[in-house]
């Protein structure tokens, strides 16, 4: 497969132009099963889209960073999460996570299905999501096993990361590291044409301990 070489910014700007809602509004199912067990604290959230994420962490009292690339996402987050009257709980930032990255450190980092058609340095990004996470803290990161049937062409011949080597590509030091949860999930979905199929989610789940 011929690696993406279009500008991330601009093709996420041409997802995002339109005037339909793309995703459902929901928050990720294994995001809400990790953080329903957590005491709220600061959260960063990479790669937001239209925000619902960022939204329900902030209905269950979280104090958010949502990051995108897109410009039109952040707007439509923005407009959601004012729509549900959580804005001030909500701080999206705009960045290309290959070449800039939120500052401090966060209680929660969620990487739900980073994946990208652009040019994205994802394991770059994730060594850094790795490096935010507070003492303490949990690192999710929620990756397609394999791509939906309704998905094009191009994300078919996409080889997807297993779970190990997702691990091993982030060189974390194991004594600093609590593996909580490493393993592919299967759950039932539904395509954007009505069409059912099960799905598997690859899912990370770690907690810093020093």
């Not at 990790?34 to 604290?41: I, K, M, Q, R, T």
């Not at 004012?82 to 929660?108: N, Y």
């Not at 949990?138 to 691990?167: C, K, M, N, S």
């Amino acid at each position: 497969m011929t690696e993406p070489v279009q500008d991330a910014r601009e093709f996420w700007e041409q997802f995002y132009g339109g005037d339909e809602r793309i995703w459902s509004g929901q928050v990720n199912l294994r995001l809400a099963e990790v953080a329903a067990d957590l005491a709220p604290g600061r959260a960063l959230d990479l790669g937001c889209g239209e925000g619902a994420d960022a939204i329900w962490l902030a209905e269950d009292g979280w104090q958010v960073v949502a990051v995108d690339v897109s410009a039109n996402a952040l707007d439509r987050a923005r407009a959601a999460a004012q729509k549900r009257d959580v804005l001030s709980r909500i701080t999206f930032e705009r960045h290309d996570l290959s070449t800039s990255f939120p500052d401090g450190r966060f209680d929660l980092v969620s990487a739900q299905f980073l994946h990208s058609p652009a040019r994205l340095d994802r394991e770059t990004v994730l060594r850094r999501a790795a490096d935010a996470v507070a003492v303490g803290g949990r690192l999710l990161i929620v990756d397609h096993g394999a791509a939906p049937p309704w998905a094009g062409e191009q994300a078919h011949d996409h080889r997807f990361a297993t779970v190990e080597e997702v691990l091993s590509d982030l060189h974390l030091d194991e004594g600093r590291w609590e593996r909580l949860r490493a393993e592919p999930v299967d759950r039932d979905a539904l395509g954007p044409d009505g069409q059912t199929a099960t799905l598997t989610d690859n899912v990370i789940l770690l907690r810093r301990t020093g």
